[in-house]
């Protein structure tokens, strides 16, 4: 590996640079907050230059993290968090982002979601929210027509009595929406038993459905999907190997620690046929 790719490539998995990373990061959103106040407006030239001297340590991190590819670039965009960092960072000098533009500050603003590739935590939450997309969409579907049809039912029921909160049938799907805080429960039940006491039957039947059983079909996919992206993770980390021994790293550790147990139990059992004592010495 050339000499150059190797000192990026120390450089970019070492501790302390991504921490200086993420304090960058955290300062970037610093300076995002600060120009929301009113009295920013006579510090603009001030945080123009910040914002430039942000642009160019990010410029830096990214090229040493590509460079530590060495003659294999195409590499570094193999990983989606890469891929993702490259396009925050190279999107504010495309032409006519400058100034304060809408576009220019949504760019800026999409620089502290990279805090998410330096925790293992966060990194997780996310895998497990793109992989829950696909039962996300199968609940969505399922709660769309649930809507429709308590929807359409509210409509026939209360549509004369109470047609400001199921007058239309947009206006009953947004009943029942904002029904799903059950905020509003008391209020609709009370005004539903004013025109009859089956009324009950049609609210109860809801909460059931809607709130209790979707609701926990819907943390059910994203717990699953929780575990999914854990073991993709504790996977990921196996695979490494930094030894270049042929044995993933994870493995290395896992039989080093087997035979420290080993080792103890038979120092143990040593002890015991020795008879040696292992109070403590003066």
Partial sequence: MHPVARFCGRISESRPFEVAIVLVI???ALL??????????????WLHGIEYVFRAVFVTEIAIRILAYGRNPREFFRHGWNVFDFIVIAAVFLPGLHGDTAALRVIRIARVVRLVRFSPGLRTIVTALLRSLPGVGGFLALALVTLYVYGMAGWLIFGASDPDQYGTLGAAVLTLFVLLSLETLPDLIESGLELSPWTLVYYVSYVLITVNVLVNILIGVIVNSMEEARRLEMTTHMATDDDNDGIPDEFDRIVISQRLDDLRTA????????????????
């Fill in 32 to 45: 995002l907050a600060v120009e929301t106040y009113p009295h920013a407006e006579s510090m603009v030239p």
């Fill in 26 to 28: 955290g300062a970037n």
């Fill in 267 to 282: 120092i143990t059992q040593l002890e015991r046929d020795l008879k040696i004592d292992r109070g403590p010495h003066l």
